[in-house]
């Protein structure tokens, strides 16, 4: 099995996800006793977000859901989540505690009861949970012909009790105790959508779907009064506390209107305070804020301190609320991610704090007085030592010839709309910019037009400064430009099949190259000159700028090729793709090493300047998710997939740290253990320390330079020891009476017998026992006496010292142990080289060893050759 298939990707993993906030359900507010303090819970997705109200700094984030959140409610320990017709239970905003199963069609409302939950499906069935033992308290069933619930709330005081909004605009009140009936109230021509508490006991504000807002006493069934918004059904409502009788009512065009209810009329107007529809509005208590929701992923702290009646904005947390079509890393430390988004915006969003997002704002454009807001398509930006004097961002606009500049610094749009004056005359043209490049020291800009036009503008002046080719640089659609790191060369792509390469300064073309097929989008990594091209019949190009030839090509990919990112170091190429695949290709190999599924294709990447994170944004997606980069942190093991690789999915990461399942992401890699010998051609050293034999040869130097100056001084109490045998490896000696019946009284055997251990198997010729791993244990003062020991005036033997060198010609031989053979032949022949020049048979067996030990390094010196060329000519010759 292939490495990577069980997690999917070996070398990224999901880390967490950037600019999620809000959907379109209705936020819960909750207040911390022990805290005092109010938490804004939202739902994302499949999990849930719990942030505090002080500073709207994220406090939580649940564990993620097989499914997406359906309905959201809370009390005061947990939060409830719908999802289908399972409703779970949350502690601490985290885990699970509780579920509750029973339901046959998807839950829509929830609402939190003591120590109930009571919540409704779609099939009109209604049941009261017991919340600690999960068990069914009591269900209730409406007749959805004649009254199909569609709110549902607690009215103050009333014990027990449950009032009922039906999407026919009738209410019932039930006791839910005794599962009793208690009142029908006749109720409105247009169904309910929203029931509220209002700051009067008796009395329940009402929104109803024909945009109408009724003021209603439930004791007496009247309505005390009555309001209507023009702006649709009401999708929220909400009262201030604070000793001010004003109603905030909540529209799906995102507009809030403010109602005073003392005068009975409209106080203020909070127009376009969400693009989408408002979700969820709530006053807190006894405070003048309002906190809002919606579905264009925002959440809004609105505060009432100002004349008039309307509401300021305290502080946010804003998101796309389209999806974003185009991220780049800004800056140099990997920090900062510009979004570019469908809904027109400009993001930065920060990878360390939340509080350093922030948004450079609309794309706008005006036309006779009107604005129009502009949708962003893709966009270039440069971070260099100047950006703080003039913009650093250029953006291109869907359908629109114009290109807009941003500056960082600021924070906004820039001060030029840059414009070719070509197509003054014939408006008409269906001319707009496709592809954009700023230079490296953020003086020009390079922009390639639909007609094949390629214009180059200085970016503090905005003015124009030349085009490429005479009349046009491409016959078709510009598909990508890029210039260089050092402003010489400029290289295009065109729908035309060909990547030119210009002179940056005099517009000159240098050399035409035909690609065959239509490229659909490029990707230039200065500082390794290589650039990435990928074309329409999904395969990929790789050209290098310095020898201006094809160097790569690679294939695989089964759908439309949408963004590229190159590593930090450019040996590797990350493309995504509408096959929803992101694949990884290392360019010095030539091979794919990594490759993972995602649940929904990937529109764009980047990979930060200090290769920790691969950022990237996905279809139909509002955030941007981040991968991080394993290389760094831990080792892996990359290996060429198979051209029949099938990946495996990966789920998107949530917005905490990297889920539990990818903490260990190397356990399936076989673990390698390395056998003694790689190959009979190679030599093996043997791994033991330089101290115990590099200094050999020198040990006499050695024993005199550590001389003690005063023999040692014997303590006059030693403490108790166990008596040990002196060597490297520290052994217990045997006790006096283990073995005193197997030696005779008389004489001591032991006495007598002088011979080592390494002796004896020299002696007895018994290589196959391993005289060398005697030696191996040895310190360099035991293998110096050893072998002084073999010599006859050291009651040696002139057979013994043959032994020694046919163990070393053994070693030789084998190729194993290559340095200690050296040592050890080499303190041999220092001991007794004039023996051995007097005996012949020592002769013969050392012109054996001499001739071994010639052929062992005449191949070494082949090996090193051999590597040598090889490494010279990967360094100099011409891919």
Not at 161 to 177: M, R
Not at 360 to 378: D, Q, V
Not at 381 to 396: E, G, K, L, N
Not at 648 to 662: A, K, V, Y
């Amino acid at each position: 099995m292939p490495v990577g298939s069980k997690k999917g990707s070996v070398i990224f993993s999901g880390f967490r996800a950037l600019g999620l906030y809000s959907n379109h359900l209705s936020h819960v507010v909750r207040y911390h006793k022990k805290h005092r303090e109010f938490y804004i819970v939202t739902a994302v997705g499949n999990c849930f977000h719990t942030y505090n109200v002080k500073k709207l700094g994220i406090v939580a984030v649940s564990n993620a859901l097989p499914e997406d959140i359906s309905c959201l409610a809370a009390d005061r320990m947990l939060v409830y989540v719908a999802i289908g017709g399972k409703v779970s239970a949350f502690a601490r905003n985290k885990e699970v505690v509780h579920m509750y199963t029973g339901h046959g069609a998807d839950v829509h409302l929830l609402l939190p009861f003591g120590d109930h939950i009571i919540s409704v499906d779609r099939d009109n069935a209604v049941i009261v949970w017991d919340v600690e033992s999960e068990e069914e308290y009591l269900q209730i069933t409406f007749d959805k012909v004649s009254f199909e619930v569609s709110a549902v709330m607690h009215p103050s005081t009333y014990l027990n009790k449950i009032l009922f909004g039906s999407s026919q605009g009738g209410l019932q009140l039930w006791n839910v105790k005794s599962n009793k009936l208690l009142y029908t109230f006749t109720g409105w021509p247009s169904g309910v959508t929203v029931l509220q508490q209002t700051p009067a006991v008796d009395v329940v504000g009402v929104g109803l779907s024909s945009g109408q807002i009724i003021i209603h006493n439930i004791k007496f069934d009247e309505s005390l009064m009555k309001f209507q918004q023009d702006w649709g059904p009401v999708t929220s409502l909400s009262f201030r506390t604070d000793g001010h009788p004003v109603m905030a009512v909540g529209s799906p065009i995102g507009h809030i209107g403010l109602w005073d209810l003392e005068e009975k009329k409209l106080v203020c107007q909070m127009r376009d305070a969400h693009n989408t529809a408002i979700a969820g509005l709530t006053f807190l208590h006894g405070e003048p804020l309002l906190i809002t929701n919606g579905a264009d992923n925002g959440i809004r702290v609105w505060i009432f301190d100002t004349a008039g009646g309307g509401g300021r904005l305290l502080r946010s947390r804003l998101g796309h609320s389209a999806p974003p079509t185009k991220v780049r890393h800004h800056g140099l430390n990997g920090h900062h991610i510009l979004s570019a988004g469908q809904d027109g915006t400009l993001q930065s969003f920060s990878t360390v704090h939340e509080r350093f997002n922030r948004s450079l704002g609309h794309g706008t454009i005006t036309f006779f007085l009107l604005s129009e807001k502009l949708l962003l398509w893709t966009m270039s930006c440069q971070f260099d030592a100047r950006q703080s004097d003039w913009d650093s961002i250029v953006a291109c606009h869907r359908g629109y010839l114009m290109t807009t500049t941003w500056n960082y610094q600021k924070g906004s749009m820039g001060a030029h709309k840059l414009e070719p004056k070509r197509f003054n005359k014939n408006r008409a043209l269906s001319v707009h910019a496709t592809a954009v490049d700023i230079t490296s020291c953020g003086n020009f800009v390079v922009i390639g037009l639909s007609s094949g036009h390629i214009d180059v503008y200085n970016m503090q002046s905005g003015m124009h400064r030349g085009q490429y080719g005479e009349d046009k640089a491409h016959s078709g659609a510009v598909r990508g430009v890029s210039v260089d790191g050092l402003n010489q060369l400029t290289v295009s792509a065109g729908a035309d099949k060909l990547v030119n390469i210009w002179k940056f300064k005099s517009r000159k073309l240098v050399l035409s190259i035909d690609l065959g097929t239509s490229p659909a989008t490029t990707h230039l990594h200065r500082d390794s000159g290589m650039f990435a091209i990928a074309l329409d019949d999904f395969t990929l190009n790789v050209l290098d700028m310095e020898t201006k030839r094809i160097v790569r090509k690679f294939s695989g990919h089964r759908g439309q090729v949408n963004d590229m990112a190159f590593s930090p170091d450019g040996r590797w190429l990350i493309t995504a793709a509408m096959d929803c695949t992101i694949r990884t290709w290392d360019l010095p190999s030539g091979c794919l090493v990594d490759c993972f599924l995602v649940d929904f294709a990937a529109v764009s990447l980047t990979m930060s300047p200090t290769g920790d994170f691969l950022a990237s944004s996905h279809v139909d997606n509002l955030g941007i998710y981040l991968w991080s980069n394993n290389t760094l942190c831990s080792m892996v093991s990359l290996r060429p997939l198979p051209a029949d690789y099938e990946p495996t999915g990966i789920m998107l990461p949530g917005t905490c740290s990297s889920q539990e399942g990818d903490a260990d992401l190397n356990t399936e890699m076989i673990e390698y253990e390395s056998p003694e010998q790689l190959d009979e051609q190679l030599v093996t050293l043997s791994l033991l320390a330089d101290s115990r034999w590099k200094n050999l040869l020198h040990l006499d130097i050695i024993k005199k330079r550590n001389k003690p100056k005063e023999p040692p001084k014997v303590p006059k109490a030693a403490p108790f020891f166990m008596p040990t045998i002196p060597g490297l490896i520290p052994q217990f000696a045997p006790s006096e009476g283990s073995n005193q019946g197997e030696q005779s009284k008389i004489v001591n055997f032991g006495v007598l017998a002088q011979k080592s251990h390494f002796y004896q198997q020299l002696e007895s010729a018994m290589l196959n026992n391993d005289p060398v791993g005697l030696l191996k244990e040895m310190g360099p003062s035991g293998i110096d006496a050893e072998l002084r020991g073999l010599a006859p005036d050291m009651g040696g033997d002139v057979s013994v010292l043959q032994g020694f060198l046919k163990m070393v010609a053994s070693m030789l031989d084998s190729k194993r142990d290559f340095d200690l053979a050296q040592a050890y032949l080499a303190l041999f022949l220092k001991l007794h080289l004039r023996l051995i020049s007097q005996e012949p048979g020592l002769m013969e067996e050392a012109s054996k060893v001499s001739e071994k030990l010639e052929e062992t390094w005449t191949s070494m010196q082949t090996l090193f050759n051999q590597s040598l060329c090889l490494l010279s000519y990967t360094k100099s010759a011409l891919l």
